[in-house]
């Protein structure tokens, strides 16, 4: 998930949830390894892309994505400028604004208030 | 009996037999953590998992019970694969500094890692942090090496029935704390010292003193001096490889006097004064009318626990204090006398196999004239890793006896460190008394054995007396709620906190899960100590000569004031934690 990941970690991940799910004693440990194994059986190419590619199709592993602002639908409000709590959003009033890559800390804040849904998750 | 096959191997063991002790009643071993036999079998570890075939899912052989046609795998490579795992995820989530950790080289979770062959952690992610608890003056709590087996939570509250701790929060912040999570020493603990003997790894230990003795011992003008318990003797030698119960009382003496002690004593002298007075002072209870069934008050563990939970019967217990500090305060009045030191440039250390007297020797009234009786208290743990430091070859040394002028102890004093032996010595030196006359008598076989509550019937000098002993704090329950409810009938009552007397307390050597379901250690430590009592020539305290001496030049008689001032102590109630 935060692009650390190397190869042999799948095989690693896959014999933990088994070793789990036979040697726990309750019915909830019996049965937590599942999501994870039935995961890896029908989606592994997705666990494949993350690991060998650093890349997650669905936007939603953090360090694998950047937040960027579609300049096409920013209007320059400076909403998302406001909100952002470590202060990695720049921009003239009316002209589109840019998120500094470094200091972002991939909050989502500025997505979630953008009026105009102008900030996309862009992958690595 | 039940048939079944473990490992290829057929076998045969009783009903109710779990699969581990079937196994290893057919030399198969299983490796075990959280399992301690009797006290903890919950089976929450996972360690101890088997192939039980027909079975979905492994079976937990510490908690499983045979049955007939079972075909059990201990060994699959699935199953070594499986523990490995389970052993990896622990190992995730402990503090691995076992390079400083008082426990390397004893550690069970240590030992697992070389059995397993850990070469790296294999899980790296987030670690648990606690703070340490240091408050006590006796034990330190280190939680970042607890690995949450519960075996102390289980003796703390089924064996000891004190309930201090138990586990707090809920997943990954799960802890073994006490009610919200206060300092032990705030608590209702009575420093005991039972959690620290049944911890697998290092979270649990004794507060040291050890740097404290070496400056004092590095000190030119201190003259400092040593004593040991009777329970010492027979376990230290357990440190250095001799099997347990060995008595290496000679190479003690001589390691001590090796590192530096100006002086070498033994608190089986200091027991023997413990005798004479509590012997006198039953006697003057009995004539008198006094508040009976009078309580021995040698166990600081126990006299922490009457103090907190029966603050109005603590006129039963005798106001003798523990003969360790009796001999402090002896050693720094009549020996300083004696030898022309100052009190104040003595220093006395106490050799222990206890971790609460080391809160006993830090209680206020434990001091004459300003003087505390014993300045440190180091357990046997701690004395052999002094030995260790000192760079001594124990096995190597010579052996040699205490010094005078009070080396001389009896076999009264010896017995002093197991269930029955104080009441034993007691009885003996009373019935003396009583009868005015040396009775042939002197074994009193009905207090001796290993069970929790012992109770006698005899007669002194022609007075039938019923006495009681009881060991380990659930049974001193029972006996005060009888106290409690008049439905005593007895006069004279010995109790020891831990369970077995002093052989089996919080600082002796820590044995590991499977030595204690092996063996009954206690019994191996207290023959050695009724044997060192059958082979000594003196066995009643009142005819030591070293006592009879003191007691003619220094402190008269017992029971005189000069007594009671060195000798005797009183007790506060103290309050019991509420929530």
Redesign the interface.
């Known amino acids: 998930m935060n692009g650390k990941a190397e190869p042999d970690d799948l095989n ?1 991940l896959e ?2 949830a088994n ?7 309750c019915g909830l440990g ?1 049965t937590a390894p599942n999501p994870v194994l039935s995961t890896l059986k029908y989606f592994r190419e997705e666990y494949v892309e993350h690991v060998s590619y650093n890349k997650c199709r669905a936007g939603y592993c953090r360090a694998l994505c950047n937040l960027v602002i579609n300049p096409e639908k920013c209007r320059g409000c400076g909403i998302c400028k406001r909100n952002c709590p470590v202060g990695a959003i720049s921009g003239e009033v009316k002209m589109p604004h840019e998120i500094n890559q470094k200091i972002c800390i991939k909050c989502g804040t500025c997505a979630d208030k953008c009026p105009f849904h102008a900030i996309e998750k862009q992958t690595i | 009996m039940v048939k079944l096959v473990i490992d290829n191997k057929p076998v045969e063991v009783e009903e109710g037999t779990t699969i581990l002790e079937a196994a290893r009643q057919n030399g198969i071993d299983i490796p075990t953590l959280c399992f301690l036999k009797d006290i903890n079998e919950v089976g929450d570890c996972r360690m101890c998992i088997v192939e039980v075939e027909g079975r979905k899912g492994f079976a937990t052989s510490c908690i499983q019970t045979v049955e007939e046609g079972m075909v059990v795998k201990t060994h699959s490579p699935e199953i070594l694969e499986a523990r490995k795992t389970i052993l990896d995820l622990i190992l995730s989530n402990h503090h691995k500094d076992c390079l400083t950790c008082s426990r390397s080289g004893n550690c069970e979770l240590q030992a697992l890692s070389i059995k397993f062959n850990v070469q790296k952690v294999e899980y790296e992610g987030e670690m648990s942090k606690h703070k340490i608890d240091d408050k006590s003056p006796a034990i330190v709590r280190d939680f970042n090496k607890c690995i949450l087996c519960r075996r102390c939570v289980a003796t703390c509250k089924n064996v000891q029935e004190i309930g201090a701790i138990d586990c707090i929060e809920r997943g990954f912040s799960s802890c073994i704390s006490t009610t919200y999570d206060h300092s032990l020493n705030d608590v209702d603990c009575t420093f005991c010292g039972q959690c620290i003997e049944s911890c697998p790894t290092g979270a649990l230990r004794e507060k040291e003193y050890i740097d404290e003795v070496w400056e004092k011992l590095k000190d030119e003008s201190t003259y400092v001096v040593v004593q040991t318990a009777p329970a010492v003797r027979v376990a230290l030698g357990e440190e250095f490889g001799y099997p347990i119960g060995t008595n290496v009382k000679g190479k003690m003496v001589t390691a001590l006097k090796n590192m530096g002690f100006d002086k070498v004593f033994d608190t089986n002298t200091g027991a023997d004064f413990t005798i004479m007075e509590e012997a006198n002072e039953f006697i003057e209870r009995v004539k008198n009318k006094g508040t009976l069934p009078m309580i021995t008050s040698c166990s600081p563990g126990w006299v922490r626990f009457a103090e907190k939970n029966y603050p109005d019967l603590l006129d039963h217990l005798s106001t003798c204090k523990s003969p360790h500090q009796m001999f402090g305060a002896i050693i720094k009045s009549y020996l300083a006398q004696k030898e022309g030191i100052a009190p104040h440039k003595i220093c006395t250390v106490s050799v222990m196999p206890c971790i609460a007297k080391k809160y006993e020797a830090s209680r206020e009234e434990m001091e004459v004239d300003g003087n505390r009786d014993v300045d440190y208290v180091i357990t046997t743990r701690e004395l052999s890793r002094m030995i260790r430091q000192a760079n001594i070859s124990f096995r190597e040394l010579e052996d040699s006896d205490f010094d005078d002028p009070m080396g001389e102890a009896t076999g009264a004093g010896a017995i002093f460190g197991t269930t029955g032996g104080v009441m034993e010595a007691a009885l003996r030196t009373a019935a003396d008394t009583l009868e005015g006359k040396n009775l042939e008598k002197l074994e009193y076989t009905q207090v001796r054995g290993e069970k929790g509550i012992k109770r006698a019937e005899l007669s002194l000098g022609g007075m039938p007396i019923k006495v009681v002993v009881a060991s380990g704090l659930s049974n001193a329950r029972k006996i005060m709620e009888e106290i409690k409810n008049g439905t005593a009938d007895y006069q004279f009552v010995e109790i020891m906190a831990c369970p077995g007397g002093c052989v089996m307390g919080g600082g002796q050597p820590i044995k590991s899960s499977k030595i204690r379901s092996a063996v009954d250690v206690r019994k191996l430590r207290a023959d050695s100590l009724y044997s060192i009592d059958e082979a000594s020539t003196i066995r009643k305290s009142h005819e030591n000569p070293a006592i009879q001496k003191i007691y003619q030049e220094f402190l008269e008689k017992p029971g005189s004031h000069k007594a009671h001032k060195y000798l005797h102590t009183h007790y506060t109630a103290k309050e019991k934690y509420e929530i």
């Open positions: 690693k014999r933990l070793n789990i799910k036979k040697s726990a004693i019996q």
